[in-house]
């Protein structure tokens, strides 16, 4: 079951759909991104042998999901687009603070950007009709639906002290606010 506490509005998918170009060089940044920011962890936490490796494979992995994504943008005949930001992830990585708890924040902020992922990336696979995307899409969905619990195991391996439960529970209802807030727009989040 997913961590979330809101389901995309449904008119979401239709907007991705109507701009697909942009959606996809949004979503070939969110998975160069999630790649980066695995590798940044590592370099935070070397002293940590579970981390290094399980975040290791994960940047692995979405970097795979980049160039994947940079593929169709090139039968598309497009390039990367330039990066314009990520409001969503920048409000949710506000949530995290200092001192103790900040790397088991930090690891709750990036399940959640999982779950919220996956979930729209099904939602796609869902809607579109090209054969060839829809499987890709479906494909790419199935293999970050671990990428949620990664995180959450990894939150309560290094948690000690902190009420996990009780902070991803708080924090999957701030994170519901701040999709709510967004505009709907070609992009992943
Ligand atoms: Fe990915
Ligand atoms: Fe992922």
Request: one cysteine or more.
């Amino acid at each position: 079951m997913s961590i979330l506490r809101s389901s995309t509005d449904p008119r979401w998918v239709g907007v991705a759909l109507s701009d697909l170009d942009a959606t996809l060089g949004d979503h070939a940044h969110c998975e160069k991104k999630a790649a980066a920011s695995a590798v940044k962890l590592v370099a935070d936490n070397a002293d940590k042998p579970d981390l290094v490796r399980k975040l290791a494979r994960l940047a692995q992995e979405e970097t795979h999901h980049f160039l994947a994504v940079l593929n169709e943008l090139a039968q598309r005949g497009r390039t990367l687009p330039p990066d314009t930001g990520d409001p969503y992830v920048g409000s949710l990585l506000r949530l995290a603070g200092g001192g103790r708890s900040r790397l088991t924040e930090q690891l709750l902020v990036f399940a959640l950007v999982e779950a919220r992922s996956c979930e729209r990336l099904t939602l796609l696979g869902e809607a579109l009709v090209d054969p060839r995307l829809k499987e890709f899409y479906q494909r790419l969905a199935q293999s970050e639906a671990g990428h949620e619990t990664l995180f959450v195991d990894l939150a309560r391996a290094h948690g000690a002290g902190i009420d996990v439960d009780r902070r991803l529970a708080d924090m999957a209802d701030e994170e519901a606010a701040i999709v709510a807030a967004l505009p709907l727009l070609p992009r992943i989040h």
